[in-house]
């Protein structure tokens, strides 16, 4: 479950950035004033209440040795809708490092406390990995597994990063501690 609760009427959410496709893109208007239009928005839906985002099992793409670790894709729809590039993102239970790579990967700042080492060190290499265009993750886009279904399958993509200018983050961070 993810809540989201804002101080102010002052806050950032990215509809288009988490639009979802349609299942009828060309579905036009049948009658009325916009009789002929086209009938949704042509960037896709509003993203519905539940989001099918599997979880990181065994033969996951992104699985490392975090005992519940959840995939970047879940977290990078947060990052994309309710931050803009540039900002801060902050995770205190950094885990394995999925919101920093989602953040860094859309040009955001990351930062984040873990108290386990081992996943510290996890999370050094994923972003080492990212830096290199190396890492692996599930795409944001890819659809849910459906055995009799007879499309293409998207296969896993490689993740590049970049630091965003004027910032200390983890990039700093992992030439201090090494």
Same mark, same amino acid.
């Given at each position: 479950m993810v809540l989201w609760f804002t101080k102010t009427?002052?806050?950032?959410?990215?509809?288009?950035?988490?639009?979802?496709?349609q299942k009828y893109p060309q579905k036009k208007h049948f009658k *009325?004033?916009?009789?002929?239009?086209?009938?949704? !928005?042509p960037?896709?839906?509003?993203? $519905?209440?539940v989001w099918e985002i599997p979880?990181?099992?065994?033969?996951?793409?992104?699985?490392t040795e975090h005992p519940c670790q959840f995939p970047?894709?879940?977290?990078e729809r947060l990052v994309l809708a309710l931050s803009k590039a540039g900002d801060w993102v902050l995770d205190?239970?950094?885990?394995? *490092?999925?919101?920093?790579?989602?953040?860094?990967? !859309?040009?955001?700042?990351?930062?984040? $406390?873990?108290?386990v080492p081992l996943y510290n060190r996890i999370t050094k290499e994923r972003i080492r990995q990212a830096k290199k265009g190396q890492l692996r993750i599930r795409p944001m886009e890819r659809s849910i597994y459906?055995?009799?279904?007879?499309?293409?399958?998207?296969?896993?993509?490689y993740v590049e990063i970049h630091?965003?200018?004027?910032?200390?983050?983890?990039?700093s961070l992992l030439e201090k501690k090494d």
């Open positions: 009427d002052d806050y950032v959410f990215n509809l288009d950035a988490v639009r979802v496709p *009325g004033p916009k009789k002929g239009e086209l009938s949704g !928005h960037l896709g839906k509003n993203p $519905s209440d979880n990181v099992k065994s033969n996951h793409v992104e699985k970047i894709e879940l977290v205190p239970f950094l885990g394995v *490092g999925s919101t920093a790579i989602a953040a860094l990967m !859309h040009h955001r700042k990351a930062i984040g $406390s873990e108290v459906d055995p009799d279904s007879k499309g293409k399958v998207m296969p896993p993509k630091p965003v200018r004027q910032q200390l983050d983890f990039f």
